[in-house]
């Protein structure tokens, strides 16, 4: 059984970092992504990561300030973010199964973490 498990959302000030975490177990996978997810807004594409080459692609504008990076050793993605802005805020979600950008490419989604950032 496929299981995505976030950690590492909560509440920062603008300016701030966090990092997010997201264990994966019951197979492996090609590609993996973040997106994240506002209350009446389409689920907006974050960064994804080619699980061979580590190859990166990012949302427009967040380039510079996210990373994503994988541990082949602990089978977890992560999302390094820095210099939060409260437009950051949302629910952020792991996914796989897909390759590209958008969400309906994706069968497995983890269950959110919370990204709130204060002004």
């Known amino acids: 059984q496929v299981q995505l498990v976030e950690s590492g959302g909560g509440l920062v000030q603008a300016g701030g970092s966090l990092r997010l975490s997201c264990a994966v177990s019951?197979?492996?996978?090609?590609?993996m992504a973040w997106f994240r997810q506002v209350p009446g807004k389409k689920r907006e594409f974050v960064a994804l990561i080619k699980w061979s080459s580590g190859s990166r692609y990012y949302g427009d504008s967040l380039r510079g300030r996210f990373t994503i990076s994988r541990d082949s050793a602990k089978n977890t993605v992560y999302l390094q973010m820095n210099s939060l802005k409260p437009e950051d805020t949302g629910v952020y979600y792991c996914a796989a199964g897909g390759a590209g950008n958008s969400p309906d490419e994706y069968d497995y989604w983890g269950q959110g973490t919370q990204v709130t950032v204060s002004s």
């Open positions: 019951g197979r492996a996978f090609s590609t």
